[in-house]
C-alpha cells in the first residue's frame, strides 16, 4: 500500500530568492515598483511550478486584494530588519522607498540555474514592462488560482496552481509527493 503523503511545506530559500530578485532588478536597471517584483517571482515560480514539478523560492502563496504575493518575500520587503539578525535579502536589496526597491549589491547566481535564468529573463521580457496596477488587473484575468479578495489573505496551494495549469490529478499526486520528499530532505539537513 502506497504511503500517505504528508503535507510537509518546501522551506522558503532566502538566498536563491534574493538572487532571482537581483536577476529581475539588474533586468530593469537596478529599481523596481516592489509590487511589480513580487508579481513577477510569483510568476517564476509558477511556470516552474507548472514545467519542472518545484518552484524556485519555496514560498507560501496567497491570494490578497491586488492579486497574488509570496508571504516571506512580502515580509522581507514590508517590515523593518531585525538589527541583531540581518538577513541575505537586507545585504543586498534596499527597503522600499516610494514603492520601489534597489539593488545595492550583487548577490551572483550561484544558487540559480541556467535554466532558472531563463525563465526569469522570460518572466521579465513578458511582464516586466507593465506598471503595478496594470500588472495586477491582467493576472486577475491571467491566473484562475487567485481568489478575488476585498481585505486579508487566502491561501494558494501548489494543486490550485497546477490545477490551474491544465495538470491532471495524477499528475498533481506525483509532484505533491515529489515536493512532500524535498520538504522530508530539506527536514533532515536543516540546521537545528
Known amino acids: 500500500m502506497p504511503r500517505p503523503i504528508v503535507p510537509l511545506e518546501v522551506r522558503f530559500n532566502e538566498e536563491k530568492t534574493t538572487q532571482a530578485a537581483a536577476l529581475f532588478l539588474k533586468l530593469s536597471g537596478g529599481r523596481m515598483n516592489y509590487m511589480v517584483l513580487i508579481k513577477l517571482l510569483y510568476l517564476l515560480d509558477r511556470r516552474a511550478l507548472l514545467k519542472w514539478g518545484r518552484p524556485v523560492t519555496g514560498d507560501d502563496y496567497y491570494s490578497m486584494k491586488l492579486g497574488p504575493v509570496l508571504s516571506e518575500v512580502l515580509s522581507l520587503i514590508s517590515e523593518a530588519p531585525n538589527p541583531d539578525k540581518p538577513g541575505y535579502w537586507v545585504a543586498h536589496i534596499s527597503p522600499p522607498q516610494s514603492y520601489e526597491v534597489e539593488l545595492l549589491e550583487d548577490p551572483g547566481d550561484a544558487q540559480l540555474s541556467e535554466a532558472e535564468e531563463s525563465v526569469i529573463e522570460a518572466v521579465f521580457k513578458k511582464y516586466g514592462h507593465f506598471n503595478p496596477f496594470r500588472l495586477a488587473d491582467f493576472l486577475h484575468k491571467l491566473l484562475p488560482e487567485w481568489e478575488e479578495l ?20 495524477a499528475e498533481i499526486a ?7 520528499s524535498l520538504a522530508e530532505v530539506q527536514q533532515m539537513f536543516a540546521p537545528h
Not at 509532484?175 to 512532500?180: A, G, M, Q
Request: aromatic share 4%; net charge positive; hydrophobic share 30%.
Open 174 to 180: 506525483a509532484v505533491e509527493r515529489d515536493l512532500s
Open 150 to 169: 476585498k481585505s486579508g489573505r487566502s491561501p494558494i496551494t501548489y494543486a490550485d496552481i497546477l490545477k490551474a495549469g491544465n495538470k491532471s490529478p
